[in-house]
């Protein structure tokens, strides 16, 4: 099973806002409403940022917002700060019961 | 909150069994689902499998062949062996909580609600 396709890498100014894309298929982004996002700093465990295509859980700030239009779900950061370069990846359940990550995005603070 | 403990050798041998045991705080084994995520050195996540407390699992059909989680809910514990290891791997190796909506047919993976630090298991001669 390959990976949800994300882009290798994405970069913004501080304060503007950005968006990572995280393409599947019918049989899993497109399928079902369980779409996650997932901060990772170099060194450091993935921390939940989002789940079921747009929740945050609490702690997590408002700057970070999801959304889903058909195959593809999208992680949009707003007001980008320099703690926000890390990188990035998607996760979403599958018709085979398991559980697809995507390749990972590496956000540039510029 | 849910912390998670790995711990194993950080060295394994080819063809030899990689062992790892997650230790659960701050919460009941009983509670949650229970998962294996590893991510070669530079590389994306991949899930491994979950373990619920009763003992049934699910695995990933591409290392089904040679996976088995288990848990020791006395200890509060679950562990992954893996087995005929390669090169390939090697990888840092988390254990996590998995959240799972159950409805009367179907069990559907979420999140990966925490996360355990990771462990770098490295499979080497």
């Known amino acids: 099973q390959s990976a949800l396709t994300q882009p290798a890498s994405v970069s913004g100014s501080p304060g503007q806002s950005i968006t990572i894309s995280c393409t599947g298929t019918?049989?899993?982004?497109?399928?079902?409403?369980?779409v996650s996002w997932y901060q990772q700093h170099p060194g450091k465990a993935p921390k939940l940022m989002i789940y079921?295509?747009?929740n945050r859980p609490s702690g997590v700030s408002n700057r970070f917002s999801g959304s889903k239009s058909g195959n593809t779900a999208s992680l949009t950061i707003s007001g980008l700060q320099a703690e926000d370069e890390a990188d990035y990846y998607c996760?979403?359940?599958?018709?085979?019961?398991?559980?697809?990550f995507g390749g990972g995005t590496k956000l540039t603070v510029l | 909150q849910v912390q998670l403990q790995e711990s194993g050798p950080g060295l394994v041998k080819p063809s030899e069994t990689l062992s790892l045991t997650c230790t659960v705080s701050?919460?009941?084994?009983?509670?949650?689902?229970w998962s294996w995520i590893r991510q070669p050195p530079g590389k994306g996540l991949e899930w491994i499998g979950y373990?619920?407390?009763?003992?049934?699992?699910n695995y990933n059909p591409s290392l089904k062949s040679r996976v088995t989680i288990s848990v020791d809910t006395s200890k509060n514990q679950f562990s992954l062996k893996l087995s005929s290891v390669t090169a390939a791997d090697t990888a840092v190796y988390y254990c996590?909580?998995?959240?799972?909506?159950?409805?009367?047919?179907?069990?559907?993976?979420?999140?990966?609600?925490?996360w355990g630090q990771g462990t770098l298991v490295t499979v080497s001669s």
């Open positions: 079921d295509v747009s």
């Open positions: 373990i619920y407390y009763s003992g049934s699992t």
């Open positions: 996590a909580s998995l959240n799972i909506y159950c409805s009367s047919t179907s069990c559907y993976q979420r999140t990966v609600d925490y």
């Open positions: 019918s049989s899993d982004v497109g399928g079902y409403n369980y």
């Open positions: 701050g919460g009941s084994i009983s509670s949650y689902y």
């Open positions: 996760s979403s359940y599958t018709s085979s019961s398991t559980l697809l």
